[in-house]
């Protein structure tokens, strides 16, 4: 259960005159959480996109599974986005569409299900993110906590291999934040899955990773075990590390 499943070599990526990743090199091991932090702008969206193929690298290699993602074609590329499920911020729920609709989205846009197949499928996902019998109710009959959920019941139902979190815990209060740390703990255990997860939240980086990489001005600052990255004398990654812990921070 522990080689890498996404590596990166040496990657980087410019826009225009801006180098935003500037030789990049990690290995995600499988079965793991590694939790990207760093300041805004510094190229974490940036860096999963690179993982999804929806930018290539300028130089450098992408490898996920195996596969050189900047050599993909689109077809192989569609095949590739199917290994992973994608919780966005916010949830990113249609609100015209029932819950029970929206967790079956990619099913519908990916596989060509029976019906009950289909329902099976949601149910169980709704299960797992501790929703079930919730499939009828619409995203603004819901608490907050409940629409992350229901998103990541969506980036679960396709049954990926690796789940990429954009700030699951953001705009949350701590007690519902804490809520979803243990969720994304126990999802992570239960389904074996990899996880790689971006956050500004030091607590929930502190709970659920166990790896940690700091970006910033295009490198890796830091990267390592949890334990090694917290104990860091470096002032850079203290700063994150060292901010308030009694609730979720960001930064601007
Ligand atoms: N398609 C693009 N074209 C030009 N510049 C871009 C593009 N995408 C991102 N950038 C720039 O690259 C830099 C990194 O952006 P990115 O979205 O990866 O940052 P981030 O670390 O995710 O920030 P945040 O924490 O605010 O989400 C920013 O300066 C951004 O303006
Ligand atoms: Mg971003």
């Known amino acids: 259960m522990s080689d890498p499943v996404i590596e990166l070599r040496d990657v980087t990526r410019r826009f225009g005159a801006l180098t935003v990743l500037d030789g990049v090199s990690m290995s995600l091991l499988r079965g793991e959480t590694t939790v990207i932090v760093g300041p ?35 077809a ?6 199917r290994k992973f499920g994608m919780l966005f911020q916010d949830g990113a729920l249609f609100h015209g569409m029932t819950v029970a609709q929206n967790v079956a989205f990619p099913l519908r846009h990916h596989l060509a299900l029976k019906r009950e197949e289909e329902e099976r499928r949601v149910e169980v996902a709704l299960q797992q993110v501790g929703l079930p019998g919730l499939g009828r109710r619409r995203p603004d009959e819901l608490s907050g906590g409940q629409r992350k959920r229901v998103g ?33 703990v126990d999802t992570r255990k239960r389904l ?61």
């Open 192 to 252: 074996g899955l990899t996880f790689v997860v971006i956050t500004h939240d030091v607590q929930s980086c502190v709970h659920i990773a166990d790896r940690v990489g700091m970006l910033w001005e295009g490198r890796l600052r830091a990267w390592g075990p949890l334990a090694e990255v917290t104990a860091s004398t470096d002032p850079v990654v203290r700063q994150f590390f060292d901010r308030r812990s009694d609730g979720p921070i960001k930064v601007v």
């Open 76 to 81: 192989e590329l569609m095949r590739l986005r």
């Open 40 to 74: 805004s702008g510094t190229g974490k969206s940036t860096l999963i996109k690179l993982l999804v193929g929806l930018l290539k690298p300028d130089a450098g290699t992408v490898l996920v599974d195996g596969q050189d993602v900047g050599k993909l074609g689109r």
């Open 152 to 184: 990541l019941a969506r980036a679960l139902v396709m049954e990926p291999m690796i789940v990429l979190f954009d700030e699951p815990t953001s705009g949350l209060d701590p007690v519902t934040s804490a809520a979803i740390d243990e969720l994304i």
